[in-house]
DNA sequence: AGCTCTTCCTGAAAGC
DNA sequence: TGCTTTCAGGAAGAGC
């Protein structure tokens, strides 16, 4: 699942060869998950790529004009998030596509930038550079960027638990499923636990061990649980690291107490019970914070 | 405000 | 063996 580290390796891959590079052609599969594939085909080709940004877990492709007027009025973003299996490539164009290859972009050198999505829970628009900052605005603070004064004020004030704030795009913008699990692990907090209720240096040890399981992630080229495959193909490595993501049943790494798994805030959650104490979760807990053993089938009221 | 449920989709793996 | 069911999950929207 490409969250901040796949997407930020991927973009640093796509960075190293593709500026400079026009597209020449825009080709496509399947197009329910591109949000105006007319809109693209008509404003793209002809343009000129002069970068390639990271936003939360979207992906930038900056388009100017290949010459003439570059301000903004020429300029354009192709704006792509990668879903749950999306894979955004770059290949020579003779070269064989993968099943579930539904963008091909054509570029002046003979390659192509190709977009592989076999659950198309992705997504693909374009903007105007002029509308990039409101569409910027509307994301929440990079967490290897944001403060930590503003993050332990954007924290306290929320009455959320710990998981479904870290989730929450409009809050922190690129925490997915995996990092939340291994960060709150690293801090020692349940995720279950009340933001608001927690004490100022829990919050700065959050912080502190989102950005450390980020920057380690990137450096190791991310996770690759399925899917995920970086810019040329090739798997991450961070998923040989993870603490709690999917070891429910298996010891801890620091007590040795078994990994558990339960829903929080509608999410799949991996924790130690020993490391991350549960603390006074409220009431409320009872019922949404169901602790359910994970049981591949069966018992599944379908109503 | 925050939570649950549903929807989208495919393929792997469990279940029978 | 082979068909069926379940599950995974990012994001958005409805409803409570």
Known sequence: MPELPEVETVVRGLRSSLPGRRIDEVRFGKTDFVDDPVLISERIPGLKISGVERLGKFICIELGAESVSEN????????????????????????????????????????????????????????????????????????????????????????????????????????????????????????????????????????AALRDVLEEAIVSRGSSISDYRDSEGKRGNFQLKHRVYRRDGKPCVVCKSIIRWMIVAGRSTHFCPTCQPAGRIRKASKKTAKLKPRVKSKNKKSK
Do not use: W
Not at 120 to 134: D, K, N, V, W, Y
Not at 166 to 186: H, K, M, P, T, W
Not at 192 to 204: C, G, N, P, S, W
């Open 72 to 207: 903004s009025e020429a300029g354009h973003c192709l704006i792509i998030h990668l879903g749950m299996t999306g894979q955004l490539t770059v290949a020579h164009s003779s070269e064989p596509f993968k099943l579930h290859t539904h963008v091909f972009f054509g570029l002046d050198d003979g390659r192509e930038l190709r977009y592989t999505d076999i659950r198309r829970f992705g997504r693909m628009l374009t903007i105007p550079a002029s509308q990039f900052a409101e569409f910027k605005s509307r994301l929440g603070k990079e967490p290897l960027e944001i403060g930590a004064e503003e993050f332990c004020a954007d924290f306290s004030s929320r009455r959320a638990r710990l998981k479904a704030l870290l989730l929450d795009q409009s809050v922190l913008c690129g925490v997915g499923n995996i990092y939340a699990d291994e960060s709150l692990f690293r801090a020692g907090l349940h995720p279950a636990r009340i933001a608001e209720k927690l004490k100022k240096d829990q919050l700065l040890a959050l912080r």
